[in-house]
């Protein structure tokens, strides 16, 4: 059954809400009328309605830094909110992934900041609570570069965000841009030490000869700071821009894959890493494709899969050779003769390949389709599923605007029944692998009243346009929803739009 899901919407303004803050310390997004709002997820009505329970913004920079040092981490000053519908380069989402048991969900922008948001605990008095999101903490992951031997620029985006499973009380997760790979501990700290016996209470040293007694330190009570700090850097080792990487289902190695090369490392070891990939011809004129993603099986840590440009898969045994650059199985859908046009191999690159949770499937997005794949069948996939077929008509102007080379995200449900993937003006699809229904909804601000009612859209491509209906030549190529998310165990959904995050849950939450 397909879901239907309320609707939040998280916007990030031109300066980003958080990162004045002392300590890492947080403010709240905040309601339109300026009132500290929590994320509320309510429960939908009907079958494919969705209810927008709220809009929510987050205070300007200027309003941070007017905030007091002892200021409670969830509570700011209202009088320092202001409205920004405008956002700059830097504030559009790159990523956005839930950690392992959805409780946390990281988002990476432009910019080079990563955002997490922690899930509410459910109470007595407000069971409905229990799916709100709100902001944990928010940290400056990369910062732009400059390679002066090549003579480039290193943007600080943030093109992949993964978490690794915890272990302990922190938190912790693998931030990439195009060059290095970061890992980050996110820790809580209540507790502060007083006492010490060689500094004073401002920290400065003391004169020994002034010591006659002897303290024992103790730990006093203090507003909670979460912390994030960076334990790994593993960087040096790409040439060119990265586009995946993959935490290994041992959790002590990890693959980053660029255009041409996939590197294994060990989180342990930052000055030396394995490459396991390599398709670099010894002449570049005879470059044919590269790679585009990348991604470990669920289960068994000696396997991955890698796509191309080409619209291929290859599956490869690390235990078959150090280097695979033989892979073990070789997934290719032929080409039907018919649809052969000029974008035929710009529009079968594969943009994205996901395993299912179960390990048995793999999933791929290319400009028009997501196809699924059964690891036991490689001539074709088992299930194909289009995701706007009615641009087909329009890819010249989508090659002269360059949308054509955008590149979509896909993501599986928690029991793998459910598929989702972004489409164009803000539009994103679910496809029902039982039912094989499908819906198509839109994550809008224009319908960000509280409590609005977004209603399943429908694209007309030719002929009487119907009232509910949308002309494909009125679509908006520039609003786009490039990265979703869905929570690993629940109907909870993240979709980024430009700036703005929109979580969604279905209403039997």
């Known amino acids: 059954m397909l879901?239907?899901?309320?609707a939040l919407h998280l916007q990030t303004s031109e300066h980003h809400p958080l990162f004045q803050l002392p300590h890492g310390r947080l403010g709240p997004w905040c309601s339109p009328t300026g009132s500290p709002a929590p994320l509320s997820c309510e429960t939908g009505c009907g079958e494919g309605s969705w209810i927008l329970v709220c809009r929510l913004l987050v205070p300007t920079q200027v309003s941070l830094l007017s905030m007091e040092e002892d200021i409670d981490t969830r509570k700011i000053n209202n009088s320092f909110l202001r409205d920004h519908s405008y956002a700059t380069e830097a504030d559009i989402i790159s990523t956005v992934e839930f950690n392992h048991t959805g409780e946390l969900l990281a988002t990476g922008d432009k910019g080079g900041r990563v955002v997490i948001f922690q899930r509410e605990q459910e109470s007595k008095n407000q069971v409905h609570r229990r799916g709100e999101y709100n902001v944990y903490s928010t940290f400056q992951s990369h910062e732009p570069e400059f390679d002066y031997l090549k003579s480039l620029e290193i943007e600080e985006k943030i093109n992949k965000i993964r978490w690794l499973p915890q272990q302990n009380a922190a938190y912790f997760l693998l931030s990439t841009n195009d060059k290095t790979v970061k890992l980050w501990k996110v820790s809580e700290r209540d507790k502060r030490p007083e006492g010490y016996n060689l500094k004073d209470e401002e920290g400065r040293l003391r004169d020994p000869a002034t010591i006659t007694t002897l303290r024992v330190p103790v730990l006093r009570p203090m507003d909670l700071m979460v912390e994030a700090t960076p334990r790994r850097v593993f960087a040096n080792a790409h040439t060119y821009h990265i586009n995946s990487i993959s935490v290994n289902s041992d959790y002590e190695t990890y693959m980053s894959a660029d255009d041409l090369r996939i590197?294994?490392?060990?989180?342990?070891?930052?000055?030396?890493?394995?490459?396991?990939?390599?398709?670099?011809?010894?002449?570049?004129?005879?470059?044919?494709?590269?790679?585009?993603?990348?991604?470990?099986?669920?289960?068994?840590c000696n396997t991955f899969v890698y796509s191309s440009s080409k619209g291929t898969i290859r599956l490869c045994d690390m235990r078959a050779s150090a280097l695979c650059d033989r892979h073990t199985k070789f997934f290719e859908e032929p080409e039907d003769p018919s649809n052969r046009s000029f974008f035929s191999e710009i529009i079968?690159?594969?943009?994205?390949?996901?395993?299912?949770h179960s390990g048995r499937y793999i999933m791929t997005r290319d400009y028009l389709t997501v196809k699924v794949w059964d690891l036991n069948m490689e001539n074709r996939p088992i299930e194909t599923y289009q995701?706007?077929?009615?641009?087909?008509?329009?890819?010249?102007?989508?090659?002269?605007n360059d949308c054509i080379f955008d590149k979509f995200e896909c993501v599986w449900n928690g029991s793998d029944s459910v598929i989702m993937t972004g489409s164009y003006n803000n539009f994103f699809r679910m496809f029902d692998r039982n039912t094989k229904r499908d819906v198509t909804l839109e994550a809008s601000r224009e319908n960000s009243k509280p409590r609005a009612i977004l209603k399943p859209r429908k694209v007309c491509v030719g002929g009487k346009r119907r009232k509910d209906e949308i002309s494909v030549d009125s679509?908006?190529?520039?609003?786009?929803?490039?990265?979703?998310?869905?929570?690993?165990?629940?109907?909870?959904?993240?979709?980024?739009?430009?700036?703005n995050l929109y979580i969604f849950q279905d209403k039997v939450n």
């Open 3 to 6: 879901l239907s899901l309320p």
């Open 348 to 356: 079968s690159s594969i943009s994205d390949v996901k395993f299912s």
């Open 475 to 499: 679509l908006d190529f520039s609003k786009k929803i490039l990265h979703t998310a869905w929570h690993p165990s629940e109907n909870i959904i993240a979709v980024a739009a430009t700036n």
């Open 387 to 400: 995701v706007h077929d009615y641009l087909r008509s329009k890819l010249c102007s989508l090659y002269e």
């Open 263 to 300: 590197n294994l490392w060990n989180f342990e070891i930052t000055n030396q890493s394995f490459n396991i990939v390599d398709i670099k011809p010894a002449n570049m004129e005879e470059l044919t494709e590269v790679i585009t993603a990348a991604e470990f099986h669920p289960h068994h």
